[in-house]
């Protein structure tokens, strides 16, 4: 059969316009355009410090031939602990994206709405879509601040699930104690909250641990997920994890998720790291000077960039951003310009070493022409 032939099998229907998630490109095709050895990863927001010591030392330990513990059992009453919490309400991912996945399968039926924001973190509109959802997404304020009175009368309409991540991907702002008060006052029993903390770590100003915060609302249905893939470096072995408000929460999710599905490596991996909290936050700590230093850096330079509580810089270009993406590849660095309509000059930098910082505020200044 030849390939422009229609296929005999056709996806399920939600899946045919089901917008793709844009991954970029690996440093090994970055190599090879550039002709450079010395990748800038920009794009990813991943720990450029890579992971603690102590991880790869428990990785010793690692027996493939045996299955991974099911459930993650060990990992999750260390997060309980941790975390002052019941290890029933704790739940492990393969990446906190298979949790978003989960929870979509678990909550979604055909035609329910899901809220999330606009410019967004491309999973929470995917999976909701690709689960029978119809999405609805409030654009950020002009400013790019989180549009709280736009989000309140949405969730008044009571949707099935609210995605919000806090640090916000791609814009990095975070929700103030006023805000998250509000959503919350403005959320049913009927919604699941889901707050994203991807970037929790990297909060270095006044702002609510937003698990501590949602903990003073047992009477509302809510989930926070958080990730080892950034401020402790773990983003290849994909590992991930939740704390819901109910156990049951928990209970229905693992049922969507397969019975091994965080691998031997991410369980030990994740332990180790935790144990070696230190190291994580003395290298979160380097990042958000480092976020300072580039943020005042390129402001200088005319740029316009957004104020940011994670591990990345969100920059309206005003010109094309994908194609300034494109001539920074052929320099050797990668960043991430957002494809979302209407943030199309937007480009997401993530903070990397001060050397690959600095040839990234090089390259970007020669071709928007500022000195
Ligand atoms: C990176 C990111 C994730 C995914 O994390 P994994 O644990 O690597 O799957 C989830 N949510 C947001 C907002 C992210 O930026």
């Not at 309206?316 to 943030?343: F, H, M, Q, S």
């Amino acid at each position: 059969m030849s390939s422009h032939m229609k296929p005999m099998i056709e996806a399920r229907e939600a899946l045919h316009n089901l917008p793709v998630y844009n991954s970029g490109i690996s440093i090994a095709q970055a190599r090879e355009i550039s002709g450079q050895s010395d990748i800038a990863a920009l794009a990813s927001n991943e720990n450029p410090y890579g992971t603690s010591p102590a991880v790869r030392q428990a990785l010793d330990s690692l027996v493939p031939s045996r299955y991974s513990q099911s459930t993650s059992g060990t990992l999750r009453q260390t997060l309980a602990e941790k975390l002052k919490t019941d290890s029933e309400r704790v739940l492990c991912g393969n990446g906190s994206e298979e949790l978003i996945g989960a929870i979509c399968r678990t909550y979604i039926r055909q035609g329910d709405e899901v809220l999330t924001v606009v410019p967004c973190f491309g999973l929470h509109q995917i999976e909701a879509i690709a689960a029978g959802a119809t999405v609805k997404k409030i654009p950020m304020t002009k400013a790019m601040d989180y549009d709280i009175d736009g989000l309140v009368n949405a969730l008044h309409q009571r949707p099935r699930i609210f995605f919000i991540s806090s640090p916000s991907n791609p814009v990095g702002k975070a929700l103030t104690k006023t805000d998250l008060d509000r959503l919350l006052d403005a959320t049913s029993a009927k919604t699941l909250f889901v707050l994203d903390e991807a970037y929790f770590e990297f909060i270095d100003a006044d702002y609510p641990n937003g698990l501590d915060f949602l903990s003073q609302r047992p009477d509302l249905p809510w989930i926070t997920l958080r990730t080892f893939s950034k401020a402790y470096g773990l983003a290849g072995l994909r590992i991930g994890y939740g704390i819901a408000s109910h156990p049951q929460i928990v209970k229905a999710v693992q049922n969507c998720l397969s019975p091994f599905n965080v691998n031997s490596a991410a369980q030990i991996a994740a332990s180790a790291a935790l144990k070696d909290e230190k190291w994580m936050q003395a290298t979160a700590d380097i990042i958000c000077k480092e976020r300072e230093r580039l943020f005042q850096h390129l402001t200088q330079l005319g740029v316009t960039v957004i104020p940011s509580q994670a591990n990345f810089l969100f920059l309206n270009l005003g010109i094309d951003a994908a194609r300034v993406a494109k001539t920074l590849i052929e320099k050797g660095i990668i960043v991430k310009p957002w494809k979302e309509e209407g943030y199309t000059e937007f480009l997401r930098v993530s903070i990397g070493t001060p050397q690959h910082n600095d040839r990234f505020a090089v390259e970007l200044a020669k071709i928007l022409d500022l000195s």
